[in-house]
């Protein structure tokens, strides 16, 4: 049995990282649910950026859309929740069997409104009304104005993928949003047995930036040389390691007990930015050290690759925590302070975010304009 499958048994699921026409419509996404456990997918505006602007299977509808009069983002709209239900309805069978638990394809608010709670949550209830589809969630930011968002889509009844989180303090937020959420739906006299959520907890951008800096402190005085380069490495999964032991004594309290005999499901970690950046290191780093229960890793096609051919599936994620607490401990007493760190990665990953977004709808603009006008409805 292949790695992959096997991640199963040791209480992880692992989702696709991409989403294209191109996968709904050759079979390959279908082919990798029964093939291969693949258990969900997750987009973003970087993976529709690509998948629209390279991919001609969309030229037939943007040019629909143009000639009917719709707008650069009506069209964007259009084109990105085809796709969504498209996957959702491949994953439907993995979400009825696995009782909601997996099965879900994400869906990103605008990346310009992760500094505005109230326009995040209309934008949340549209997006999920408008796929229409139980197994969607719809992507928020951990930013602080995210934060109240996340926990108002949540009492409502959408279901949310929490994304850009890089410290334990803006986990925990979240962690707190989502369990007063429940709490409040409780109160209101509705179910908790049918709300779904995971917490995107990025890995990999930890260790590019700290590796940055540690290389730059190891050119340096001597001393400082040494204790830099054996920390090399180190902090991105130190640090998703400490997060998930903050999510696992939650899971061991009395509040949240309470709420699990009502029918609550936990808001799982879910490991993103899992791909191997610096090529010196193996190349399933991110994924081998981060395998545990009520965990997800949404993976890209080469990890998906690299950890079918090589990789080991085992239950890790309780393992090297007190290392874990000492590489925090040696990388502030050398000078890096990880919350400084998350706060640029932060920022950065929405930019990141937005970037690609408003590249994609300049793109659709331009292959919008150069459509011959004709009658055409949408």
């Known amino acids: 049995m292949s790695a992959l499958l096997q991640l199963q048994a040791h209480g992880q699921s692992y989702w696709l990282d991409n989403l294209t026409r191109g996968m709904l419509v050759d079979g390959e ?33 943007i040019a629909r859309f143009s000639a009917a009069g719709l707008g650069v983002e009506e069209v964007y709209d259009r084109l990105t929740i085809a796709d969504v239900q498209g996957a959702c309805d491949v994953l439907r069978g993995v979400w009825e069997r696995s009782q909601g638990v997996d099965g879900y394809v994400s869906l990103e608010v605008s990346p310009h409104l992760a500094n505005d709670t109230e326009r995040t949550i209309e934008e949340a209830r549209r997006l999920f009304d408008a796929v229409g589809r139980g197994n969607v969630m719809i992507k928020i930011p951990g930013t602080p104005a995210g934060v109240p968002a996340i926990r108002q889509a949540l009492f409502e009844g959408v279901n949310v993928n929490v994304t850009l989180l890089f410290s334990i303090h803006a986990y925990e937020a979240v962690a707190e949003a989502h369990i007063e959420a429940l709490e409040q739906r409780l109160e209101a006299g509705r179910s908790l047995a049918d709300i779904a959520s995971v917490a995107s907890f990025f890995v990999s951008r930890i260790d590019g930036l700290v590796d ?39 899971l061991a309290s009395d509040r949240w007990a309470r709420l699990v005999n009502r029918g609550a499901r936990a808001q799982r970690m879910l490991w993103a930015s899992t791909s191997t950046k610096d090529p010196s290191y193996s190349d399933v780093k991110y994924v081998e050290p981060l395998i545990g229960d009520l965990t997800v890793n949404t993976l890209p096609e080469k990890t998906i690759e690299a950890f079918r051919d090589h990789g080991t599936a085992a239950s890790t994620l309780g393992e090297g925590v007190p290392e874990a607490r000492r590489t925090m401990e040696r990388l502030a007493a050398i000078g890096i302070e990880l919350d400084q760190v998350t706060d640029q990665l932060l920022a950065e990953g929405v930019e990141k975010f937005a970037d690609p977004f408003d590249r994609l709808l300049a793109s659709l603009e331009r292959r919008m304009a150069a459509q011959p006008l004709a009658a055409a409805t949408p």
């Not at 649910?33 to 997918?41: D, P, S, Y």
């Open 29 to 61: 996404l279908a082919r990798r649910v029964e093939e291969e456990g693949l258990r969900g997918v997750t987009s973003n505006p970087a993976i529709f950026h690509n998948a629209i602007t390279r991919g001609a299977q969309y030229d037939d509808d």
């Open 212 to 250: 940055k800096r540690l290389r730059a402190l190891a050119g340096t005085a001597e001393g400082d040389a040494s204790h830099a380069r054996a920390l090399l490495g180190e902090a991105a999964v130190a640090n998703a390691k400490l997060a998930y032991r903050s999510f696992t004594r939650r």
